[in-house]
């Protein structure tokens, strides 16, 4: 299999942008510096290239980030406002995408293989979805990979290169120190302790080894990366798919509801 990952890492600031860009008139500019603050670290998770301009930098907290300018627009992250657009974008790609399943809250997994012979190959199908996503002017980083998991993270590492050799997928892997994995701070600091910086010294184990040393999640991780080990994806469906279902459903309960009044005569 070959899979597609999207990372729309400033889904929140661009979906304000956008609404902006259509909104704005000159007796209304917008404001230069915006940062995007999770609430519950207190840090910046997303900025403006404004922001950016004056020294601050994601994962910054916000009393170090005001700071640094004088005028600054703060807002709250807002998770679910990520994963509406999301939903939108999703329904845009289906188009060009049997399989797609959202990864909360600003991710997708496009399954490719199954795709590529209808457009000729891996360039001209990325070239139909870039079609779509270019005029919206979101940013994103992308990855493919013999695995969701691997595309993620080549992704989250921003690879933005199209692969389908599963060697150079390997390689491209063993790139990674193991800081760019999805692996919790428990499983970091025992790698650590044994000397594993590299995710190619992480593989090179084998499994065996990892059983004596590390905890199941390391181990169940591996599994999803590789391929021994399915990850389980929420594909989502269709809008006309969605419509198509409810029109059933509502048709079957009038059905229904005709039938009982029937009935009762």
């Known amino acids: 299999m070959l899979w597609l990952y999207l990372d729309f ?20 500019p917008a404001p230069e510096v915006v940062i995007i603050v ?19 930098t994601q994962g910054m907290g916000l009393a170090t980030a005001l700071s640094l300018h004088q005028h600054i ?23 060009f995408t049997a399989d797609i399943a959202l990864a909360f809250p600003h991710g997708m997994y496009l399954r490719i293989d199954n795709m590529l012979c209808l457009y000729k190959g891996l360039l001209s199908y990325w070239q139909q979805i870039e079609h779509v996503l270019k005029p919206i002017g979101y940013q994103y980083d992308y990855a493919t990979g013999t695995t969701p998991a691997m595309a993620k993270v080549l992704a989250q590492a921003k690879l933005n290169t199209l692969l389908d050799d599963p ?13 760019q994995l999805e692996l919790e701070p428990k499983a970091l600091n025992a790698l650590h302790r044994v000397g594993v910086k590299q995710t190619k010294q992480l593989l090179a184990l084998s499994l065996k080894e990892m059983a004596k040393r590390f905890d199941i999640h390391l181990l169940n991780y591996i599994g999803k990366l590789m391929g021994s080990l399915n990850m389980v994806l929420f594909f989502i469906a269709h809008l006309r ?4 279902i409810l029109s059933c459903y509502l048709r079957l309960k009038t059905a229904k509801y005709y039938n009982t009044q029937l009935n009762d005569y």
Request: aromatic share 6%; no cysteine; proline share 1%.
């Open 9 to 28: 890492h400033s889904l929140q600031l661009d979906a304000l942008d956008s609404s902006r860009q259509t909104l704005r008139t000159e007796l209304t």
């Open 38 to 56: 999770d609430a519950k670290k207190n840090e910046v998770v997303q900025l403006n290239a404004m922001a950016k301009s004056q020294g601050i």
């Open 73 to 95: 627009q703060v807002m709250e992250y807002k998770p679910d406002i990520e994963f509406r657009t999301l939903q939108q974008l999703a329904q845009l790609l289906y188009e």
């Open 167 to 179: 060697k150079k997928l390997k390689q491209a892997l063993y790139g990674l120190a193991i800081e």
């Open 241 to 244: 798919n969605l419509m198509l």
